[in-house]
């Protein structure tokens, strides 16, 4: 599953971010899945700011494989780990889990 919301600038800086991110985190920890991936197309202090506070980590992080702007950019990845390897069960292949 994957998704990518953009705020108007007007919206940006007011916590919409951070609600609309936990209600999606809280969403996927009930649909017992194991983990979360987020994808940040580099610099972008904001978004690495947003990831870390909601308790992300960087776990990668290439270098201009993405093209924005008429440029190469770098991407970096962040994950956060929503159920500990005691919790979650490994997901049946025959049942999808979204």
């Not at 919301?5 to 009930?30: A, C, M, V, W």
């Not at 870390?52 to 962040?78: C, M, P, R, S, T």
Request: glycine letters at 10%; aromatic letters at 12%; charged letters at 20%.
């Amino acid at each position: 599953m994957e998704s990518t919301i953009y705020l108007q600038p007007d919206f940006i800086g007011k916590g919409l971010g951070i609600r609309l991110y936990e209600s999606l985190i809280t969403e996927l920890h009930n649909r017992s899945l194991h983990s979360v991936i987020g994808g940040i197309a580099l610099p972008n202090e904001g978004s690495v700011a947003l990831h870390e506070q909601l308790g992300f980590q960087k776990v990668a992080h290439f270098k201009e494989v993405g093209w924005k702007f008429n440029q190469w950019i770098d991407v970096g990845y962040w994950e956060l780990i929503l159920q500990n390897a005691e919790q979650s069960a490994p997901p049946d292949a025959a049942e999808p889990r979204w």
